[in-house]
């Protein structure tokens, strides 16, 4: 079964510096990947996606995503966090639907992250 | 408009009792979800449910039944309520799968149930 690793919890960056938030993921081949956003009592927001092609997915609110296959990763990136960052991230992974089990995305177990003034 | 709408926001109630929480979306798409977020927002899927095809999620207590009147609606109704019932609860819609992959959610804002 297909599993995705948010390896760090909780990251603290400091507004205007860089973030890279970190994605592994579990599966035989290359799934559906995608980031989304949970800020404080909202619903998920899709952030990026990537089905094929260009390996480096541009998003909303000038987010990036890397997708590396020998690695098994999709790195989040930003170049420069605003306080309005501070949120929930979840990366998931779709893949085919194995006709047993529910399918949907699986996601993983996300990353809280704080702006420091 | 709200593509995906969920109510109620928020719901509080005793052990034992029966709830339901409504889903609606104006997406057009095929597919719909329930997911559950528990106090640690970890999100696990409980059910999904594409053109009256039901998938349930093994580890999902059969006290939980989705309802699905029509394409655009898929309510989650709860018998027996627990207190480790106790979590948010995400609507989510997506397309009709490409090659058999689940694409894009589109989610609902949650439903933050509580029971006493």
């Known amino acids: 079964a297909q599993s995705v690793t948010q390896p760090d919890i909780h990251i603290t960056v400091s507004e205007g510096a860089s973030l890279e938030l970190r994605c592994n993921y579990s599966y035989g081949a290359t799934p559906y990947l995608f980031w989304y956003v949970q800020s404080p009592g909202q619903g998920l927001q899709l952030l990026l996606k990537?089905?094929?092609?260009?390996?480096l997915v541009q998003g909303i609110k000038g987010f990036e995503a890397e997708f590396k296959r020998s690695q098994s990763s999709f790195n989040l990136r930003k170049p420069s966090v605003h306080w309005s960052d501070a949120a929930e991230y979840f990366c998931a992974v779709g893949v085919k639907y194995s006709g047993g089990g529910a399918d949907g995305l699986t996601f993983g177990k996300g990353t809280h992250l704080i702006i420091q003034p | 408009d709200t593509a995906v709408s969920q109510t109620p926001k928020y719901l509080v109630t005793q052990m034992g009792n029966d709830k339901s929480i409504k889903c609606e979306q104006n997406?057009?798409?095929?597919?719909m979800y329930w997911y559950k977020q528990d106090s640690k927002k970890f999100l696990k899927i409980m059910f999904s449910?594409?053109?009256?095809?039901?998938?349930i999620n093994e580890t999902v207590p059969n006290r939980f039944s989705p309802k699905s009147p029509d394409k655009a609606h898929l309510n989650l109704h709860i018998n027996s309520l627990e207190l480790g019932d106790s979590a948010v609860y995400f609507c989510?819609?997506?397309?009709?799968?490409?090659?058999?992959?689940?694409?894009?959610?589109?989610f609902g804002e949650g439903s933050r149930l509580t029971v006493l």
């Open positions: 449910y594409n053109n009256k095809e039901l998938i």
């Open positions: 990537y089905f094929s092609g260009d390996t």
């Open positions: 989510a819609s997506s397309q009709e799968r490409r090659g058999g992959i689940t694409g894009e959610l589109f």
């Open positions: 997406l057009g798409h095929d597919t």
